[in-house]
């Protein structure tokens, strides 16, 4: 990471079969104009995404892409993108069109005034608009945060969010271990060993369906459960 004399910011954004939604969702980072860098993270997609990341990176400087070696899951997308990385902050940005970019432009003027802690958008605060789909999803993310908040002793109110802006400093210097979803768990809880200072700025948020490609499972909600006890007590 090159040293910087003022808060920069980098968009990790990691893509599985999104040529859908994806230039929209970049489109939307780039109109914020609060990005130094934006890295594209292709997980070996089997359908055109690839094609939309070169079409983005040929026409904004500020994209950068990479392609992993074999599809591994979000987790293991984001940390092939460390080498890249340049700014003094990162924050992750799913390529689909649930989360709006425009609330990453709060979260970074909070980081500016706490710039060691991690910013966290979360879906359960404040007056944003919401539109959840499975009223079954919106539970299991209330009851995963409240025991992760009760496990760690410290209340975090949407653990599986996925816009977290955090120090690069500290995105460099663990290694994380989950491929799946349940990075989202890893980082919060290695986070709190690193600095426990998460502040939490309300988002508004869009769920889409399956049918439209949502892909985490209810699988993904007992892992978190878990892993939740594993990086409090055992790493």
Request: proline share 3%.
């Amino acid at each position: 990471m090159t040293n910087v004399s003022r808060p920069s910011l980098c968009a990790l954004v990691p893509i599985y079969n999104e040529e859908i939604f994806l230039e929209r969702s970049v489109l939307g980072l780039i109109d914020t104009s609060i990005f130094d860098q934006i890295i594209l993270i292709n997980d070996c997609s089997t359908d055109n995404s690839e094609i939309v990341i070169r079409k983005l990176a040929d026409n904004h400087s500020e994209i950068e892409h990479l392609k992993t070696d074999k599809n591994s899951g979000k987790g293991s997308a984001l940390s092939q993108s460390k080498k890249l990385i340049k700014t003094s902050h990162v924050v992750i940005h799913d390529a689909d069109l649930e989360y709006s970019p425009s609330d990453i432009h709060s979260m970074f003027e909070v980081s500016k005034n706490n710039s060691n802690s991690l910013i966290l958008g979360s879906r359960f605060i404040g007056n944003k608009e919401r539109k959840n789909i499975y009223l079954r999803t919106k539970l299991a993310n209330k009851y995963m945060s409240l025991f992760f908040s009760f496990v760690n002793n410290y209340r975090v109110s949407d653990v599986a969010t996925c816009y977290k802006l955090m120090p690069t400093k500290f995105f460099l210097k663990y290694n994380f271990s989950e491929r799946g979803f349940s990075i989202e768990i890893e980082m919060l809880s290695k986070f709190l060993k690193y600095n426990p200072s998460i502040i939490e700025v309300p988002i508004s948020y869009t769920g889409r369906t399956y049918s439209e490609g949502k892909k985490i499972k209810t699988m993904d909600g007992f892992q978190y459960l878990f892993n939740t006890i594993k990086y409090r007590f055992l790493n």
